[in-house]
């Protein structure tokens, strides 16, 4: 008996501030060194998102601040993201921080990314088969997560944007209590892509409309029995160039989208470049507390 209290608020104690940030990109297996401040826009802490009207939802805390590097990959290349918790390798996140991991595309901008620009090319959430999440995955593989870039994409820089969402407080809406709510983890990586494909990315997400407190994949219990869950954010794009609705900013935008930043043609290529720059540069339910709520997370401004 007291072993298995002793057990569960251990538990509890290492779910509080079991944070995470990306730590690397590799290419088609090859990795393209530490990215942080280098092709990642890298916030100050792994502290998370919570404020759904908040422009750090986008790129996090830095994201507007454009750094010097691009990882150089073509369209067709298999990416690989690496996260960690406080030192690469690590227990990378909390197991407690169930959710899915999103990934989504926009046209480069030195800005925040805090527009109708994105569009999103991978998702994995809940398996119900195994009653498995995207973050058990994450955490069972060292941190890393692959996805493939479209065959199609029409070469140019872009960001990338993955984020990791924790649903062990989402019971409750982060605008209803402040010291509850989703835990985002967004992350925006810098590249360029090469190759022949003519398909620009066109969904026209924006984040602070297309997400809300209404989306079911954003407050949900994760404590209730359940058997499905849906991802937040619109459909993952096929690469046909079209969408499919009235241009609000929240996915389905029939906007005409801006071509992506290019200054040259480039070569497709086959095997992974080197990232270049300027300068030098578990359980699908995890334990709930009885008797006491997780330390509360500061909202951010």
């Known amino acids: 008996m007291f072993f298995k209290a002793a057990t569960l608020a251990l538990a509890c104690a290492t779910s509080v501030s079991a944070h995470t940030l990306m730590h690397g990109v590799a290419v088609n297996g090859v990795d393209q060194g530490d990215g942080r401040g280098v092709y990642i826009r890298t916030p100050p802490n792994n502290s998370p998102v919570k404020d ?8 996090n805390v830095n994201g507007g601040r454009a750094v010097s590097g691009f990882v150089q990959a073509a369209a067709g290349d298999t990416l690989t993201f690496e996260w960690f918790h406080n030192t690469r390798g690590d227990d990378i996140i909390d197991r407690s921080h169930s959710g899915p991991i999103i990934t989504y595309i926009a046209p480069f901008t030195e800005g925040n990314g805090a527009q109708s620009i994105w569009t999103k ?3 994995d959430g809940f398996d119900a088969s195994t009653r498995q999440w995207a973050v058990d995955k994450l955490i069972d593989n060292g941190g890393k997560i692959d996805f493939v870039l479209p065959a199609a994409l029409a070469p140019g820089k872009y960001l990338i944007r993955q984020e990791i969402i924790a649903h062990h407080e989402s019971d409750a809406a982060f605008n209803v209590n402040p010291a509850r709510g989703a835990q985002f983890y967004p992350s925006c990586v810098q ?24 989306d079911p994949g954003i407050v949900f219990n994760l404590y209730a029995n359940f058997n499905s869950y849906q991802i937040p954010g619109p459909e993952v794009w096929t690469a046909a160039g079209s969408g499919n609705g009235n241009g609000n900013g929240n996915g389905n935008g029939n906007d005409t989208p801006a071509p992506p930043t290019t200054t040259a043609t480039p070569t497709p290529t086959a095997t992974a470049a080197p990232v270049t720059t300027t300068t030098s540069p578990s359980p699908a339910r995890p334990t709930r507390c009885p008797g006491r709520r997780l330390k509360r997370e500061e909202p951010r401004a």
């Open 52 to 59: 759904l009207a908040s422009p750090d939802l986008v790129c």
């Open 191 to 214: 590249i360029e892509v090469s190759g022949t494909g003519t398909a620009v990315p066109d969904q026209n997400f924006n984040f602070n409309t297309g997400y809300t407190y209404s």
């Open 121 to 123: 090319i991978h998702e």
